[in-house]
């Protein structure tokens, strides 16, 4: 644990004339799991793509503020540039390669990371102890994995590139709450070994058990914001994301 191993600060994102995040700002410190709590349309996975630098795929642009990693800007990078920096995405609605083998899949996790054929056998064998499935199914097409295993794929194909922060939008959509569990352990177990992570999630329950700390975001703004146990008590919190009256 140390200082922030990501900080944003005051970013406003629009695509066209949208206003899709308001001065939002934010830290994920190193070693830590970090969660963003919102509904739908809240922004929250405008903030990861702020942060991955894939926002113009989408029609969106930074209009003000920063995004820092590891003491280092990240305005200017190209998304295979983030990755070398360390920081990897797993998308929302996993967006695997439907007609590419599971194992190509994760060789593409690796394209514009650091490190040599070494660093990679290495985080293919590090994906594989997490998903023994992904190496039972090595040769199949990723498009015939269950939805559960797809997410298992996303997740790994991010590792490939041996991320220190990895940004993990919705690992639980559509998912039965069994292979959400399933996840989330799993997400435990990559923060253990070292890599800090931040969660964007609707499924509050399940994301402030993860994380230490948590962001509430609504309609582009940060409302609420502090250690997730004490969000978790709060009124507020319990009232508007975990359904409790
Ligand atoms: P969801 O869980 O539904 O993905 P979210 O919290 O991730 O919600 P975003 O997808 O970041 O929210 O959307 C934030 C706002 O930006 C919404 O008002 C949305 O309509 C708008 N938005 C998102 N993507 C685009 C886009 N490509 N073009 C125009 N507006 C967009």
Not at 11 to 19: D, E, F, I, K, T
Not at 43 to 50: E, N, P, V, Y
Not at 177 to 199: C, F, H, K, W, Y
Not at 216 to 230: C, I, R
């Amino acid at each position: 644990m140390g200082g922030a191993a990501l900080d944003v600060r005051q970013l406003s994102v629009g695509y066209g004339p949208v206003r899709a995040l308001r001065e939002v700002t934010l830290e994920v410190p190193e070693g830590a799991v970090v969660t963003v709590l919102g509904s739908n349309g809240a922004g929250k996975s405008t903030l990861l793509r702020a942060i991955s630098r894939t926002l113009s795929f989408h029609g969106g642009a930074v209009t003000a503020g920063s995004v820092a990693f590891a003491g280092r800007p990240l305005e200017g990078r190209t998304p295979d540039r983030v990755v070398a920096a360390g920081v990897s995405q797993v998308p929302e609605g996993r967006q695997v390669f439907a007609r590419m083998t599971v194992e190509d899949n994760l060789r593409a996790g690796a394209l514009g990371a650091r490190g040599d054929r070494g660093a990679r056998s290495a985080a293919l064998r590090r994906v594989h102890e997490l998903f023994p499935v992904l190496a039972e199914r090595a040769q199949q097409r990723a498009g015939l994995l269950s939805g559960g295993e797809q997410q298992m794929l996303a997740v790994g194909r991010a590792l490939m590139a041996a991320p220190r922060l990895l940004l993990l939008d919705e690992p639980s959509l559509g998912l039965a709450p069994m292979m959400a569990a399933r996840i989330a352990d799993t997400v435990r177990e990559i923060n253990a070994q070292g890599t800090s992570v931040l969660l964007v999630e609707q499924n509050a329950a399940l994301a402030l058990r993860l994380a230490s700390r948590a962001y509430v975001l609504e309609v582009g703004e940060v409302t609420l914001s502090g250690p997730a146990d004490e969000l978790a008590a709060s009124d507020e919190v319990r009232r508007r994301y975990l359904g409790v009256v």
